[in-house]
Structure formats: structure tokens, C-alpha cells
């Protein structure tokens, strides 16, 4: 802060009335110090520089841009406020259910229906096996569906993953076709009930659960099946990715741009590990996608 200087007041002195006949003696000189010259003023300390932009719609508004933008996120505004407002729902309702039912329901049951769901994925996955031209794979997908179908009582028991067959559980579908056939991801979304998302992958998921209901109809496009085998579905992969939450909301400084970058290098590794040439291969002890291989 400038430091203001004070004006000096000097007195004035007007001579006393003395007698006519005596001449007045001359009053003595009167002295005036200079005042001290005041030290000179600290020089204020250096502010922090802010990088801020104006908005074309209005000159004297500041806005200071946090979020780096992302040519795969165009809707990142609208995506974060979806993302926090799926969060808080989330801590407040889907977490604590998804936990109670991974508690109140034995294990072996829900691990039962998570693996009889997942043999009904088996078909779709081969299918688009061969539409990748991927026979070999087509084959294995093939053999999981007929030997869980069979010795693993309808799929409740993963029996092929086990020895001598060693057939692990490995996703598939038509977002992978897509992208196999150069179709790029299109726009980034968060979205209610679904999650992290882009536009091929939310057409190609919905051909995935549409195809096998509409080839093999009753009951698997009757509402009393689907929507008890979705919700089910959903509370696997919540479960599954309830450790990786924890995670990122309690180290990340942005959980909302974490998440994106984490499900788009996931994408890219899984579409690697079919058409090489279309994904990129990224480093090991990548956590798996939601309810996609964990068991």
C-alpha cells in the first residue's frame, strides 16, 4: 500500500500591542526543522498471474478454463454435470445396493447368475468372432457355449475356463465389429444406466442385447426376463468396479477426466487385442473394463 505524506501546518505569530513611547524589541527568529524525509514505500508484492479468457458474449466476464479440452469429448460440459450428478446418486443409492446384495446374496448364487448371463453373450460373441474374421475364436466361443451349456448346467457353472479346457470368458461384440472395419468412436458420453460410453459403442452394446431376443425370442424378450436379467447385469459390474471408484475419487483432482481417459485407453486395448491395427496396445495391469473378465 502507498503510504501518504502529511502536510506540515506552520504557525503564524503576530506581534503584541506595546506602549507608543517604547520601540518594540525585534522578536527572535523562529526556527523551523525540516521535516524527516519519510522512508520510501515497500514495493507491494508481485500477484499470481491467472491465464483467464473473455467470453465472446461478454468483454468484462473472466472465465478461467480448468478442464483440458478433448477432441473426443465435444460434449464435456454437458458430460461432467451428468457425470456428477450419476456420482451422487450413485454414493447415495447404487452403491449401497449393489454392496448389499453382493452381501445378502450368497455367492455362489450370484456368481451362478453373472456366469449364466454371460453364456448367453456366448452366440453374439461368435458371431462377430467370424464377422472379424477371427474363426479360430469363433470356435473357442462356440465351445464354451456348448460345454457350459451342458456340464455346466446351463451356464451357472463356469466349467470351460476350468482344465483341460482352459476357455476363458473373453467379451465381444458389434462396437468391436465397428471398429475392426475402421468405423472411429464418434463423440464421448456419460450417460444414466449406462456410464462411460462413445457413439459406436452405445450402437453396437444395443445390438448386442437385442440380437440374441430377437433370434431366439420367448422368454428372452419378455419384460418379466429382461428387466430382472439387466438390473442383475448392472449390479455385477457395479460390484466389479466398486475398489477402481474408491480409487479414483479419492486420489484424482478431476474423477469426471480420470474416467473418460481410463475407459477410452481400455477401449483402444480391447479392440488391439482383436484388429491390431485398429486399437493401440498400452501397458500391462490396466484394470479390466466393468463386468469384462473379472470373476
Excluded: H, W
Excluded at 506581534?15 to 521535516?35: F, K, L, Q, R
Excluded at 463356469?158 to 482352459?166: I, T
Excluded at 422368454?219 to 474408491?246: C, F, G, M, S, T
Amino acid at each position: 500500500m502507498s503510504i501518504s505524506l502529511l502536510a506540515l501546518a506552520l504557525a503564524t505569530v503576530a506581534p503584541g500591542d506595546t506602549p507608543a513611547e517604547a520601540p518594540a524589541s525585534p522578536a527572535p527568529p523562529v526556527e523551523i526543522a525540516a521535516p524527516a524525509a519519510e522512508p520510501a514505500p515497500a514495493a507491494p508484492a508481485e500477484a499470481p498471474t491467472i491465464t483467464a479468457s473473455a467470453p465472446a458474449d461478454g468483454p468484462g466476464d473472466i472465465v478461467v478454463t480448468a478442464r483440458e479440452k478433448s477432441p473426443a469429448d465435444p460434449l464435456a460440459a454437458l458430460n461432467a454435470k451428468s457425470y456428477e450428478t450419476i456420482q451422487a446418486v450413485d454414493e447415495a443409492v447404487v452403491g449401497p445396493v449393489s454392496l448389499g446384495y453382493k452381501k445378502g446374496m450368497p455367492k455362489p448364487l450370484r456368481l451362478g447368475l453373472r456366469n449364466f448371463l454371460r453364456n448367453l453373450e456366448e452366440p453374439v460373441i461368435a458371431f462377430n468372432y467370424l464377422l472379424q474374421l477371427k474363426p479360430g475364436r469363433a470356435v473357442k466361443s462356440v465351445g464354451r457355449f456348448a460345454i457350459n451349456s451342458t456340464a455346466g448346467v446351463g451356464g451357472l457353472i463356469d466349467v470351460a475356463k476350468r482344465k483341460p479346457f482352459n476357455l476363458p470368458y473373453t467379451p465381444n461384440g458389434f462396437a468391436n465389429t465397428f471398429a475392426c472395419y475402421g468405423i472411429g468412436p464418434g463423440p464421448y458420453f456419460f450417460l444414466p444406466l449406462v456410464g462411460p460410453t462413445t457413439l459406436r459403442d452405445l450402437i453396437g452394446v444395443g445390438m448386442d442385447r437385442a440380437a440374441l431376443p430377437a433370434v431366439v425370442g420367448k422368454p428372452l424378450d419378455q419384460p418379466y426376463y429382461a428387466i430382472p436379467a439387466n438390473v442383475i447385469d448392472a449390479l455385477n459390474d457395479r460390484i466389479d468396479i466398486d475398489e477402481q471408484l474408491k480409487q479414483v475419487r479419492a486420489e484424482s483432482a478431476d474423477p469426471y477426466t480420470e474416467t473418460r481417459e481410463l475407459y477410452l485407453r481400455q477401449r483402444r486395448a480391447e479392440i488391439a487385442a482383436i484388429c491390431p491395427k485398429k486399437g493401440q496396445a498400452i501397458e500391462q495391469g490396466l484394470p479390466p473394463r466393468p463386468g469384462k473378465g473379472r470373476d
